[in-house]
């Protein structure tokens, strides 16, 4: 009786937030104080497909939701990127009767990596994808082997791993009895022999614990990769990019299905392998699935790469704290030969705690910034001193190195005194403000 009481108030409080705009998570909140196991209390009879890693999470989490909906699925999905205990509860019980049973075929959740170990003993997941594991939100996660292990507590023998096999770390997770399958990136124009970014999580062998070999480097420890003793290499992936071609956005899977890849990055290209990986598993119709992701894509406005003038702006959205995102978009900003202005700010760094840490500056390669086409180098918001000294620090000429408070006071010589194309290496609360800016809008 008391958990049917905590249902009815949960789905209640679920009802008054939504009509008052208030947070998504509160009701999991709340019933979590009355009972931290409550998610156990849900029978979730469909298949539960969780959604883990430092990033890319979001994006995979709500393509794989929308086919699933085209193909006429109810589909129970925190979209609203609460993802840790309570934001997913506060979405489950939304889709539950005052029984406690959740209605829908399938549930997609994105659940934060170092919450997995709460989350899945309690909804059972049978498809767990794992983007990627890299050095993120230093003062709350620590070192990523410790977000490792933080996912290896929530893994049991019943669950299918969905893994990058590009990523020699996640590997790592095939000692755990679970059927996994990987997707990868084939030989393709991007690669390179030797590594233009420093390897920041694993670089020898975990048998033998000698360096690995890299045939070719895709991006960080990503690539194709084998190690002398035999005993490890990169496993053949079941879903593979064989064609890629970011200036024509596009990528093809196993040499048959071409999916259009928007904007043109890699970190994009790996979020729509992965989901279509999944579907691929779940509805076997890999010709109706690439339609689908291409119709979701072709009708996402791309609203970040603009042309201001002759110039063209690209405005990235960036993960702070996390020196592979930015690293992808430094990866992004060297393909463009031309000369080039950069921007990179923010307003705040994290909006969990107030720790002010910018270690994670130094775990990003801004040397690859550093050639004959830069112009400037433009830092903007509350750390835009530390930001500069790191730009001194990567060998950029102080006299190209500019510092403004706000967007507003960067804007005009953005528009007047800076040459070439621009690219805006952003956290997200950044983005669309410079974005409106740059095009003489004051909507927020």
Known sequence: ???????????????FGKLLGRGSSLPGKILLKFDPQFLSKLTIPGDVIAVTGSSGKGSTTKMIASILRKNGYTVAHNESGSNLDAGILSMLLQYANFK????????VLEIDERYTKYVFPQVHPKYVVITNITRDQPPRQGHFDQVFREIEKALDSNMHLILNADDPYLQKFENHGCQITYYGIGKNKYETKEPKFENLNITHCPVC???????????????????????????KPTYEVTKLNFEKEKMTINQKYDLIVKPGLLYQTYNLLAAFSILSMLLHQEKKITEQMNEITQQTKVE????LGKRTVHILSNKNENSTTFNQSI??????????????GW???????QYNDVSWLYDISFEQLNDKNLEKIVCIGVNRYDIAVRMKYAGIEEKKIITFETIEEATPYLKKKTKGDLFAILNFDYVKPLSNALKGSDEE
């Open 1 to 15: 009786m008391k958990t049917k009481l905590l249902i009815a108030f949960g789905k209640a409080l679920c009802f």
């Open 100 to 107: 406690g049973i959740v209605k829908a075929d399938y549930f």
């Open 209 to 235: 614990h000698k360096k690995l070999h890299y045939q070719s480097y895709l991006f960080e420890t990503l690539g194709h990769y084998d190690c002398y003793c035999k005993q490890f290499s990169r496993p």
């Open 304 to 307: 970040n790469i603009f042309a």
């Open 331 to 344: 990866f992004y900003t060297t393909r463009f030969k031309g000369q080039k202005t950069i921007v990179i």
């Open 347 to 353: 307003k705040e760094i994290s909006r969990r705690y």
